[in-house]
Nanobody, 127 residues
């Protein structure tokens, strides 16, 4: 059973940057590198929102409209790790950020298409 552990959240001022990490434990490198990975976020009182996704090889990426041009996603398959690089943060980016993985090879933005999830890491952006 693959487990995902996020880290890197915290409090940052508007305009600042953060890098989130997500490590897949109990997963072989072969399994991890075949799995598209995604980041989602959920603010209080709101539905979980798609942020970004990356293919198993890292060659394809996909972003939600609210973060395009500010966030990037990358992965290091040798380390079973996926990253979310967040720049030009605003208070509207405040949320719990979740890492997720899925079987299959398509990039998707739907919560229901991801098969395993991390526990989340809090990102708070002050104005």
């Amino acid at each position: 059973q693959v487990q995902l552990v996020e880290s890197g959240g915290g409090l940052v001022q508007a305009g600042g940057s953060l890098r989130l990490s997500c490590v897949a434990t109990a997963a072989t490198v072969r399994t991890f590198r075949s799995s598209p990975m995604g980041w989602f976020r959920q603010a209080p009182g709101k539905e979980r929102e798609f942020v970004a996704a990356i293919s198993g090889s890292g060659g394809s990426t996909y972003f939600g409209d609210s973060v395009k041009g500010r966030f990037t996603i990358s992965r290091d398959n040798a380390k079973n790790t996926v990253y979310l690089h967040m720049n030009s943060l605003t208070p509207e980016d405040t949320a719990v950020y979740y890492c997720a993985g899925r079987h299959g090879d398509q990039l998707t933005n739907s919560v229901g298409t991801y098969d395993y999830w991390g526990q989340g890491t809090q990102v708070s952006v002050s104005s």
